[in-house]
């Protein structure tokens, strides 16, 4: 089976903060991805990676960055947290043609 | 703009009748369809992919898909309250890299 794994359930930041949302997958999938959810809005893409070093913007990229340095570690970063990034972050990974495998997603709330 | 449409619910439905959730894209260059279930508080979980016209069975699951009317369905057969949750429609252009347009779901409620 395949596993994505989120660094962290629930996390909580003060404002400003630089934070990091850390995602490893165990099945040498090319393509990582990075979501958030929210109420209302659905699931909305910010970056996606599909392959070593290479980053592609998604939707909603704003205030946030990424950092692929090896192929099973995709990590989020928020520059200077804001309270409008409160949300679920979602970690995904998948092979060429292949449908989405999920983390367990981080809870981030920002105060 | 690829988009992914959903009837957001709650769709309620008694318990060993058939559920039926569909949704409709508007990327005619999207190759593959698949529903996620998603609990409160949880992860979306792969239930069903479907690749071309037609019906494909697994188990209580059928999903449906005509690509010539944009539409994707899927039937819950003999539903269980263990059903109840928000189902995700998703369609994904060749390739994938690009990750998946998911619609913003159905909650669906199964009554005992």
């Known amino acids: 089976d395949v596993k994505v794994t989120q660094s962290s359930r629930y996390l909580v930041k003060r404002t400003g903060e630089k934070v990091f949302l850390e995602c490893v997958q165990d099945?040498?999938?090319?393509?990582m991805f990075w979501y958030r959810q929210d109420p209302g809005l659905g699931l909305r893409l910010i970056y996606f990676s599909y392959d070593v070093k290479m980053k592609e913007k998604g939707d909603i990229p704003e205030g946030y960055s990424v950092s692929r340095e090896k192929k099973e570690r995709f990590s989020l970063i928020l520059e200077s947290a804001s309270t409008n990034q409160t949300s679920m972050y979602l970690c995904?990974?998948?092979?060429?043609?292949?449908?989405?495998?999920f983390g367990n997603g981080t809870r981030l709330t920002v105060t | 703009q690829k988009e992914v449409e959903q009837n957001s619910g709650p769709l309620s439905v008694p318990e060993g009748a058939i559920a039926s959730l569909n949704c409709t894209y508007s990327d005619r260059g999207s190759q593959s369809f698949f529903w996620y279930r998603q609990y409160s508080g949880k992860s979306p979980e792969l239930i069903m992919s479907?690749?071309?016209?037609g019906d494909k069975e697994d188990g209580r699951f059928t999903a449906q898909l005509n690509k010539a009317s944009q539409y994707v369905s899927l039937l819950i057969r003999d539903s269980q309250p263990s059903d109840s949750a928000t189902y995700l429609c998703a369609a994904q252009a060749r390739g994938g890299a690009d990750g998946l347009t998911f619609g913003k779901g159905t909650h669906l409620i199964i009554q005992p």
């Open positions: 995904a990974s998948s092979a060429y043609n292949s449908p989405l495998h």
């Open positions: 479907i690749y071309s016209n």
């Open positions: 099945m040498d999938h090319e393509n």
